[in-house]
RNA sequence: CGGGGGAUGGCUGAGUGGUCGAAAGCGGCGGUCUUGAAAACCGUUGAGGGUCACACCUCCCAGGGUUCGAAUCCCUGUCCCCCGGCCA
């Protein structure tokens, strides 16, 4: 959620960096017109407020030395009707505030590059060179016919289209590699947690989906309750208007939960394997920190994310997303991409993101400083995307007659 | 899902319709004492808004209602506990 005093108190700064993520100036007048009229309306109820306590209380005494009430009667009536005109009139300014405000992007970091979509973000770096082969690698989904690992049409029958089964090798690699990457994780600091796999709306606006993004979730029916898109969604909420403890920051929390997503809007992409699923599974880093470590702390899940792609043997690179191209709560983003020989391109794998106090304003996650409660921030990044990884391993180490080695660091998982 | 009971500050737990934002205890923080610590004693300690700072406003699960005035009375919802049904 945008800040409303730091719209009212650098309107151009904030104004000017917005537009990097195409939100209109006028938008941001009419929220700061709106917030003053806000304040302006809550300070004459106040005043009409507190006049009607303090004669309220007035009453006992009254009474008990036997004063004429009526006069105070007729007051107290008049007033109480100009408080709830003024009631209701706050109301409204708040709820168009909040409707407005509710679904204005996070403001993106200085060095996010400016840009409309993917084509504009920046490589920073690669690691491994790309697999050599001296055969023509084969795609994902040719391999899996061969080796029997993922069922398309069963999953479909099953579901619908975008989902699958995995059988045989592909299914126990597929759990060898969430227990790889919980491990993995595990060992560099973060907490392994077990979650929820539904959210409800709280939660839901808590990390940005709702209000703006209700079309790509599963909803339940008769139920306040959603498929989780992501493990963020229930990992960033375990903490929802709660104040911490300074010293018990940074969290950092590991957990392994399948997603769930429309993908509307992505009709025809990525049709063909396993690429775009409605549901897969992701192991999520989430860490809650103060504001002076959120920068070490995003580096250090950049790095894990990265650490792990590598000791799967698998090549990719690091980009750094523009303004256009990043999520509705992210400050800075920064992909890893994954070398897919078979396709011959670099795909996206992990996402790591950095939302400042964005979600912490939303979610009302607090720590204390000084006796002054201040939102946290709040980073959020896949390590990794499960299936991708799968199809990046089967791309990666097929040999020529179709069979797929087993990475050295997963063989004691299977 | 059916019947009964609850929901109060970090926790436990009082609370008569009228200075109750709320007793008490625990915990936390500060201090006295001590070489240090424990114990004991003293003080302090909810959140949000507002203000230079006060004042002031809101919040006792949520939303409505009764009343001049609600933590306290009424209705609705949510959640929790106990009994039964179902179930891994």
Known sequence: MVDLRQIEKDFDTVSSALERRGVEEKVLERLKVLFEEKKEVQKRLEASQAEQNRKSRLFGEYKKEGRDISQLQREVA???????????????????????????????????????????????????????????????????EINGWIDFERGVKIAKSRFSALRFEGARLERALINYMLDFNRKRGFEEVCLPFMANSESL?????????????????????????????????????????????????????????????????????????????KVELVSITTPDQSDTVFDEMVSCASDLLSSLGL???????????????????????????????????????????????????????????????????????????????????????????VPQVLREYL
């Not at 050599?132 to 040719?142: I, N, Y």
């Not at 104040?243 to 969290?251: F, G, N, S, T, Y």
């Open 78 to 144: 008049e007033n109480k009707e100009r408080i709830a005109a003024l009631n209701e009139e706050l109301r409204l300014l708040e709820t168009r505030l909040f409707e407005i405000a509710a679904t204005i992007p996070n403001i993106p970091d200085p060095d996010v590059p400016d840009g409309e979509d993917e084509d504009d973000n920046v490589e920073l770096e690669r690691i491994l060179e790309p697999t050599l082969f001296d055969f023509e690698p084969k795609e994902h989904w040719e391999l899996a």
């Open 315 to 405: 090549p990719h690179r690091k980009v750094l997303l523009c303004a256009g191209d990043m999520g509705f709560s992210a400050a800075k983003t920064i992909d890893l991409e994954v070398w897919l020989p078979g396709q011959g391109k670099y795909r996206e794998i992990s996402s790591i993101s950095n939302t400042r106090d964005f979600q912490a304003r939303r979610t009302k996650i607090r720590y204390k400083e000084q006796k002054k409660n201040i939102p946290v921030h709040t980073l959020n990044g896949s390590s990794l995307a499960v299936g991708r990884t799968l199809i990046a391993i089967m791309e990666n180490y097929q040999q020529k007659d179709g069979s797929i080695l």
């Open 205 to 281: 606006f808590g990390t940005g989906q709702l209000p703006k993004f209700a079309d790509d979730l599963f909803k339940i029916e008769g139920e306040d309750l959603y498929m989780i898109p992501t493990a963020e969604v229930p990992l960033t909420n375990l903490f929802r208007d709660e104040i911490l403890k300074r010293e018990d920051l940074p969290l950092k929390l590991t957990s392994y939960t399948p997603c769930f997503r429309k993908e509307a809007g992505s009709a025809g992409r990525d049709t063909r394997g396993m690429i775009r699923q409605h549901q897969f599974d």
